[in-house]
Antibody
Framework: QVQLQESGPGLVKPSETLSLTCSVS??????????WSWFRQPPGKGLEWIGY???????HYNPSLKSRVKISLDTPKNQFSLNLKYVTAADTALYYC????????????WGQGTLVTVSS | QSALTQPASVSGSPGQSITISCTGT?????????VSWYQQHPGKAPKLMIY???NRPSGVSNRFSGSKSGNTASLTISGLQAEDEADYFC??????????FGGGTKLTVL
């Protein structure tokens, strides 16, 4: 049973880079045909897809964030990561990682989420 | 403003059925059979309830069903139970190869 767990700093200063890691257990990020995904949810608001990295390493990003985002695989550590540059208060949110099947809209499982606050 | 439109709230009594709508465009819901629905209880991660318009992941009750007509997708919950009280979000693939969400619907079980 695959499980995902987000980790990273809970506080980031404005204009700096937000960096999070999603650790995967019970499966490998480099085997099978899966997309490894990031989402976020500002407190009290809706969900937003950030992007994903395919098991092969190719990436797809939300057009609204594309200029600031990088998602990558770390296969030796069985993890994938999110980097978001030049953050502002608007980037304050719960950040979730999830796995998506090769085809379709099957995003499952999800991590429990980690809150990142952007503040000086 | 979310890309997909959902009612802010719906309510129903235990045992009743309710339907939550999710309206998009021909560039998202109307163009692909890649609509999913998530349930989210307070302080918890989203849980996938329906994917690819009508499919239920393993372990999800058959009281939950999904459908689509044109640019509008729907989630129906039959035999409402107190534990169904939560926020529900719809999502769809888009013509720009991204994924968009609705603003969420708060379900109250009376």
């Amino acid at each position: 049973q695959v499980q995902l767990q987000e980790s990273g700093p809970g506080l980031v200063k404005p204009s700096e880079t937000l960096s999070l890691t999603c650790s995967v257990s019970g499966g490998s990020v480099s085997s099978g045909s899966y997309y490894w995904s990031w989402f976020r949810q500002p407190p009290g608001k809706g969900l937003e897809w950030i992007g994903y990295v395919y098991y092969s390493g190719s990436t797809h990003y939300n057009p609204s964030l594309k200029s600031r985002v990088k998602i990558s695989l770390d296969t030796p550590k069985n993890q994938f990561s999110l980097n978001l540059k030049y953050v502002t208060a608007a980037d304050t949110a719960l950040y979730y990682c999830a796995r998506k099947a090769d085809y379709g809209s099957l995003f499952e499982p999800w991590g429990q989420g980690t809150l990142v606050t952007v503040s000086s | 403003q979310s890309a997909l439109t959902q009612p802010a709230s719906v309510s129903g009594s235990p045992g009743q059925s309710i339907t939550i709508s999710c309206t998009g465009t021909s560039s998202d819901i109307g163009g692909y059979n890649y609509v999913s629905w998530y349930q989210q209880h307070p302080g918890k991660a989203p849980k996938l309830m329906i994917y690819d318009v009508t499919n239920r992941p393993s372990g999800v009750s058959n009281r939950f069903s999904g459908s689509k007509s044109g640019n509008t997708a729907s989630l129906t919950i039959s035999g409402l139970q107190a534990e169904d009280e939560a926020d529900y979000f719809c999502s769809s693939h888009t013509s720009s190869s991204s994924w968009v969400f609705g603003g969420g619907t708060k379900l109250t079980v009376l």
